[in-house]
């Protein structure tokens, strides 16, 4: 039983409304921070890079762009250099906001929210990406398959799995986000069942032992899984270029 004093509470963030609009203020200045992060992690390393000897900044980035690189060519072949960039962005921002979470930024720690919390783990962040990452997809969709290609693609391999076909598009965003926000928000419920379970003196070493296997180790692989999950659907949409750049010339 919990002490009735105790009560899990999460998922809830300090609002300002600014323009008729409610926006969750911790969770905007995290953002912020980890996309100032991101920006001074990329001018940084394009003003030391150089063809000698990399530094370990330029090593670091180009460990990220190898591994989005290799993913993309395995996916859709020499096309999918197109969208490294857009792979090695997605997976630094989410890693990073993911990693914000270990940061200590809780004025009194088993009593307060975190100033700095994982934006990740607030349902906003990964739907806006979601939303993003799917509305490109449509459009690079549109560009290779052309408007009749694009509607005929839906009733492929036969027409009565059209409904199923559209019912798949209208899920791919949902899986994106909630596929990364409920594995960082389940991150959140720990620390919350933490906090409230255990005494005082022992949430410290609790906190020490769960919050790096939860935001380091668990936010890289949800970083990974939602940029995979981007360079398929991008495969997907664009895969019938590739049928046509390998089908035989007619005799």
């Given at each position: ?6 009560e ?49 900044l ?37 890693l ?11 004025m ?68 994106m ?52 999950l981007?360079?398929?659907y ?18």
């Amino acid at each position: 039983m919990l002490y009735s004093a105790k009560e899990i509470s999460v998922g809830v963030h300090p609002m300002a409304r600014l323009f008729g609009l409610s926006f969750e203020y911790d969770i905007a200045l995290s953002t912020v921070v980890a996309a100032a992060i991101f920006l001074f992690l990329m001018f940084r390393m394009t003003s030391k890079v150089t063809d000698g000897v990399p530094g370990k900044l330029q090593v670091f980035w180009e460990m990220i762009q190898e591994m989005v690189s290799d993913l993309a060519v395995s996916v859709m072949g020499e096309r999918g250099k197109k969208f490294v960039p857009l792979g090695v962005t997605l997976f630094l921002f989410i890693l990073i906001s993911n990693w914000i979470g270990i940061l200590p930024t809780a004025m009194h720690p088993g009593s307060s929210g975190d100033i700095l919390p994982a934006p990740t783990s607030d349902v906003n962040l990964p739907l806006a990406m979601a939303a993003l990452v799917i509305v490109w997809v449509h459009v690079e969709s549109f560009r290779a398959r052309g408007v009749g290609g694009y509607f005929r693609h839906y009733k492929e391999p036969m027409i009565g799995l059209l409904p199923i076909n559209v019912i798949e598009e209208i899920t791919k965003p949902v899986t994106m986000t909630f596929r990364l926000f409920g594995n960082l928000f389940s991150g959140v419920i720990m620390i919350s069942v933490i906090t409230t379970l255990l005494p005082i003196y022992a949430i410290p070493v609790a906190e020490i032992v769960w919050k790096p296997f939860d935001d380091l180790f668990i936010g890289a692989i949800q970083a990974y899984i939602f940029m995979l999950l981007a360079i398929m659907y991008f495969g997907m949409a664009t895969s019938h270029v590739e049928s046509h750049e390998h089908a035989p010339a007619l005799q």
